[in-house]
Structure formats: C-alpha cells, structure tokens
C-alpha cells in the first residue's frame, strides 16, 4: 500500500477527463476535492440526459474494484471497455493515483480505496440529480438502465420493493430491465402495474401471440425538444437467466424492430432518439453501426464506466458504469432533428464528497431498519481483497467455490461469470450483508450432481462463447463460469469447441477423464428442479469453520493466444 | 418419455447423471444433406444472395420451438412473383422444415412458422421467383446452455 504522500507525489496534473473543471488530480493534491468539483457543468444546450444504470440495488456506498481483465474480441479487441488497468490510464490519459484512476481502473485499488473512500449510496445520487434538475429544471430526462432491482438482502427480502420506493423517490422519467425479470413475471407485472413512470422493452414480446408485452417507447418533451426514448431489455433474459420465471415472454436482439421504432418515432415527430438499452456494449456497438437514426445510446449491462462518449457514426454511446458509482449528464443541443452538439460528464459519485440528499437518506434508513440486525451481523473476515469483475475469475467467487467444494463435498465447483458484487478490502469483516452483496437473488440453490469430463468441457466451451463469440449479437454480456477444484487452458479467439483445453483435476493433478463422472456443484441452476441449500446458507457454512478468509492468486485458468 | 430440449439437458446443473443420461445418439444430418435438398429445389441452378429476409433469433430461448418469419421483396404481380419458398435447417436430424407456395393472389411472400432446433446451425432459406431464378439467404442460430449471463 502506498502512502498518502507517495500517492499525491504520483498524482500529475494531466487533462480533464470527467469534465470542464479543473482536474481532479489537482485537486486531490490540494486535498480539497468538493462537491462543486465533482458536479460543475456549464449548461449546454437545450437537452439533458441523466443515466443511471446496473445500481444492483445497492443503496449504501461499496467498494467496487473494476477489472483488470476484460478482453474485447473481434472488432472490439483492445477498444474501450476492453482497455484496463494502466492501459486504461493511458488511453484516457488519467493520472495514476487520481481520483479518476480510483474509480475507472483496478490499478493499486486498495490504496486508493482508503485514500479515496467507498462510491455511491443511492442518498449522494440523489443529490446529483437535485443539482441536475436544480440547473436544468425543464431540460432534464433521468433514464435507468435496468438491473435495478436485485442484488441486496434488502432487496430480496422486499422482492425488489425497497428500489421501487427509492426509485419513486428519484422520479425517473422511464426504465428498462434485465434481473428484475428474475423476481418472476407476476412480481415485475404487479410492480410495473404501480409505477409513476413508463417500464419499457421494445424487445419483449407476448410468446403466444408476438405482440408487444411492454412499452416500446414513450415520447418526451424538453427545452422544447420532442423526445423519443426507446427501451431495450437485456436480450437473453430467458437464456442467462432462467425462462420458467417468465414463461410467457420472449427477448431477442431484434434489430429490426429498433429499426422500424426509430423510423416510426420520427415520423411522430422526435427530434431526438435515445435507445435505453441493456444490451451490452459490443451489442449496441453493432447496433449503432447497422440501426440508423439514434442519436444516444445509453449503454448497461456489461458494467462498463467510459469517461467519453465513444462515437459510433452519429451515435453517442454511452457507458455509466454500474453499483452506484456514477451518474451520467449528457448536455445535448439539438436543432432540426440533429444533435448540433453535446457535453459528457461521467460523475463519479465519491461518497465523502458528495453530501447525501436527507431525505432520500430518511427513506434509506427506514428502508434498512426493520433489517439491521441481519445486515451487521459478522460472519466472518477477510485478510485479502475480495472482488468479482474480471473475465476468469474473482476472489470473492474463489471463496464461493472453496466453500462449495467443502461444504457440498464435491471435486468440482461452478461459480456463474455475474459481474455484479462489490468488492471488500483486507482486513473487513464480512457481514451478512456483504455476503448477500454478492448472491442475492432468487435461485440461489447450491446444487449437487455429476457431470462427465466430456460435459464439463461443453458448459466451459458453450460460457466461452457467449463472452467471445466474435460476433457481438451471439454475446450475453456475462464473464467466464468460475471453476474451484478445476483448471484450464482457454484461447478466447478460437471458435466454439476449440478454446478449452487442458483441463486438470486439481486435487490430484490428472488430466479430465471425457468418459469419468465428476462430482460436481454449483449454484444459480437456471433448471427449475435445482435441488440443494442456498448459496448464502453454505458459505455462511463454510465460514464458520474458516472465520478468516485469505484468498490466493489463482493460476488455475491460463489464457492464451491473446 | 418426455422429450427433452437440448437446452433443459445442458441447462447447468442439471439433475444428477444428466451428461451421460441424456445425449440423444441421434444421426445428424450432414450438412451435405441439407445442401442436396436445396439442390433439388433449383434444380442445380446457382441461387443469389438477397431479396429473401429470414428473421429468427441470433440465439433460441427454447430449442423446441423456435419463431421463424421469411419475407421476399417481389412487386407479387401475374409477370414478377414468388412461387415457392424452402427452408432447410443444416443441423436437424431432417433438415428439410418446411416449404412455402405463393400465388400473385398472396399479396405479399411472407410466411412464419416455428420449428425445432437440435443444436446450433445455420437456416438456410431459398425463393424461387416466378422467372425461374432463385434468391437464398442464411442465417445461424445458436442452441446454448445459458445460465451464466450477468
């Protein structure tokens, strides 16, 4: 760990990357980071956007280290977000050390985390967007991207409810989804029902009859700008997640229908087409390469946090990472149909900058309250970092399949690739709500069963080519299924069948037999008959015979050809 | 029995013993297969990429039951129409999913249907246009496991 004085000598003062004030580097060296700093915007325009997306229900300020792999293949290689750690720094030209490089990269997070302090807490986001609306009163739209309501104790015990009524407080102008699928199709039916603002999924469709299941789009009007906003739900939600929740409904890319609603929402006027999408960033990368006539793509999903728009032909997209760590503000100026010109500022939400909002914090605690006993309770410890992102494997997935493979006596563990969960730093106490943090949601059964090596190496081929199929649209947006008790070689830009290889039982070192059944256990079946304790149950387990968690680098997966 | 998609069987964390159990050992068509029965339907003739949309899902949501929709761009006059339409699915264990006749009465050549997917492979669907040539396109759609997006 770095001193805070070795980490003010590194800081330099390079350009601003998340806005028009001075940089922030700067003024972490002067030790006078505010928020004025953080939210400073000169107006542009006629139009402003504010994007929030992939929350995961987090209501408190986490730690959220970003990844450090996160390989783009195809077109995408070595193209934002698939530039990290110091690579990502020079792209973007960040100071290492800087506030900035805190919060896009995994470069020296632990260091900075206790420089810089935990980010977001939905309390601070709402003072962001009070000073957004403050600035912009008739200017503003505020669109949530989805993945909202799961990933929180409180959020599972409520089914969703407790972001419900703190989105309420909020007032976005419309929202799309993706997990909160998984709280089943009469829950999201009940609360979409309620709802003050518009749920929208141009890309769902009733299975039976193929007509529209949701809103596909709803018209605004700001600063005297017709507005259409086109929602898109996370396409392989009955694919990723599991399809018995939502029977009755179908997903899909389906590139033509955005086509024919961006056409259709013109010819009712829009001057200006904004797509609300879960699709993932390569996804709506393509999309906005072959879809003409949308003017902003407001990315979610992947998780991916972009300091600039990345152009794609006429169309902005853009990426606001995910937990609560920023909020997005695009200032546009649109006359005659066109976009004349914009301002970006991805906000990062520092939690001891930013003063929380008191009433949204009231909501927050009363939200909480009837919970707390349950959320402090400590259940263990880590000495070692613990975070999730990252294409192969997490620590924080290390320790779900050690706990796995001991509690479910098992020679093999599957963690699926979620990229949601925030990180913990060495030495905190693991309290429940940090463990739920990290499994919260609504088929956690830790299952047990056999499976052959042969069928072993088709789940690891079929997950690899879901994360590096070439071509984005065959993508799903998850990371590589985390294996404990088992080793690999994988080339991510060989085709499906051909990218795992070497496959090793690790307790004994010998090499996967295809025709040998292996005991192997998991957890987030997508099988409706899963059977088995839930996640949380058996690391809660595990924990208390081994209260102190180190978790080792692991050399288990070896990447090549890349 | 029950069929079983290829999905449900490789569904992650499926059941105990479900590799082994399941694997249905059924002779796939060759890919040389699907080619011949579109052989048969131009009768040799070379068939030109476009004219002909197939609209499916880049991945099956449910291999058992897969939404399908082929459109052709024809003015569908008495001199300038769409006869026939094939589909052919290369990796069925019989490839040959269905076959489409139009008239100038039809108005337009559209048609949709659902059909059955063993396993990822391409759909390939061929038009035969009343002047006696012949337009295909091809499109893959993929069977996966799934369970792991997030």
């Given at each position: 760990m770095i001193s805070r004085r070795e980490f003010l000598q590194v800081v330099a003062a390079t350009g601003a990357i998340f806005g028009a004030s001075a940089p922030l580097a700067q003024l972490a060296a002067q030790q006078k980071i505010t928020q004025q700093d953080l939210l400073g915007f000169t107006p542009f325009g006629n139009v402003t956007i504010a994007h929030l997306t992939d929350i995961h229900a987090q209501l408190k300020p986490i730690w959220f280290r970003e990844p450090s792999i996160n390989l783009g293949v195809g077109d995408a290689e070595g193209k934002p977000p698939h530039i990290t750690g110091s690579d990502l720094l020079a792209y973007y030209k960040i100071a290492p050390g800087s506030p900035e490089a805190y919060a896009l990269s995994s470069e020296s997070f632990v260091a900075l985390a206790r420089e810089y302090g935990r980010m977001g807490g939905i309390d601070r986001i709402a003072t962001v967007l009070n000073h957004i609306r403050a600035e912009r009163p008739d200017n503003t739209l505020l669109l949530d991207g989805g993945d909202t309501w799961q990933g929180s104790y409180t959020s599972l015990q409520t089914k969703g409810g407790d972001m419900v009524e703190i989105m309420n407080a909020l007032k976005p102008d419309a929202m799309t989804g993706h997990w909160e699928f998984t709280l089943g199709a009469d829950r999201v039916t009940e609360i979409v029902d309620e709802l003050p603002f518009t749920f929208l999924g141009?890309?769902?469709?009733?299975?039976?009859?193929?007509?529209?299941?949701?809103?596909p789009v709803k018209m605004f009007e700001r600063g005297g700008v017709k507005i259409a906003v086109i929602g898109q739900a996370f396409p392989y939600t009955p694919i990723a997640n599991p399809r018995w929740m939502i029977p009755n409904w179908s997903f899909g890319i389906r590139e033509d229908e955005i086509a024919r609603q961006v056409s259709a929402a013109r010819n009712n006027g829009a001057e200006l087409v904004i797509l609300l999408s879960h699709n993932g960033f390569d996804v709506d990368r393509k999309l906005a390469s072959r879809v003409s006539g949308i003017d902003v793509v407001l990315c979610g999903h992947t998780h991916d946090a972009l300091p600039a728009p990345l152009k794609v032909g006429n169309t902005l997209l853009i990426a606001s990472g995910s937990s609560g760590k920023f909020v997005s503000r695009l200032d546009l100026d649109v006359k005659g149909g066109n976009v004349l010109d914009y301002r970006y500022r991805l906000i990062p939400v520092f939690s001891d900058v930013i003063e929380p909002d008191a009433e949204v914090a009231a909501l927050v605690d009363k939200i909480r309250g009837p919970y707390q006993s349950d959320l402090t309770e400590v259940i263990g410890r880590t000495d070692s970092l613990l975070y999730r992102r990252g294409n192969f494997n997490g620590t924080i997935d290390d320790l779900f399949c050690d706990a796995m493979l001991e509690v479910r006596d098992a020679e093999i563990a599957l963690s699926p690739g979620f990229r949601w969960g925030p990180s913990l730093l060495p030495g905190e106490e693991i309290t429940r709500e940090a463990l739920y943090n990290a499994c919260a949601m609504t088929y956690p059964t830790a299952y047990r069963t056999t499976m052959t090596g042969a069928f072993l190496k088709e789940v690891l081929e079929d997950v690899a080519d879901n994360l590096f199929?070439?071509?984005?649209?065959?993508?799903?947006?998850g990371d590589m299924v985390r294996v404990g008790g088992l080793g690999y070689t994988i080339d991510p830009v060989k085709p499906i069948g051909k990218r795992i290889s070497d496959m090793t039982l690790l307790k004994d070192g010998s090499a996967i037999d295809p025709s040998r059944a292996y005991t192997v256990t998991g957890w987030a079946s997508i099988n409706e008959n899963a059977e088995g304790p839930p996640i949380w149950e058996v690391v809660e387990t595990y924990l208390k015979a081994h209260p102190a968690v180190r978790i080792e680098q692991n050399d288990a997966v070896k990447v090549i050809g890349v | 029995m029950k069929e079983v998609t290829r999905r449900e069987t490789l569904a992650l964390g499926a059941a105990a013993g479900a590799a082994a159990m399941f694997a249905p050992y059924v002779a796939w068509a060759a890919v040389e297969e699907a080619n011949a029965l579109i052989a048969k339907f131009t009768g040799g003739k070379a068939a030109t990429d476009g004219k002909i949309t197939l609209q499916m899902p880049e991945i099956a949501e449910n291999g058992s039951t897969v939404p399908l929709s082929v459109s052709v761009d024809s003015p569908m006059t008495k001199d300038n129409y769409v006869k026939r339409v094939i589909i052919v699915a290369d990796g069925n264990p019989r490839p040959e999913v269905a076959t489409f006749n139009f008239t100038p009465r039809s108005g337009v050549a559209e048609a949709s249907t659902r059909m059955r997917l063993a396993k990822t492979q391409n759909i390939v669907a061929v038009a035969e246009m009343s002047d006696g040539s012949f337009h295909m396109t091809k499109r893959q759609v993929k069977v996966t496991i799934g369970g792991c997006g997030g």
């Open positions: 141009a890309n769902i469709f009733d299975n039976e009859w193929n007509e529209p299941a949701f809103e199929n070439p071509d984005p649209y065959y993508q799903q947006g | -």
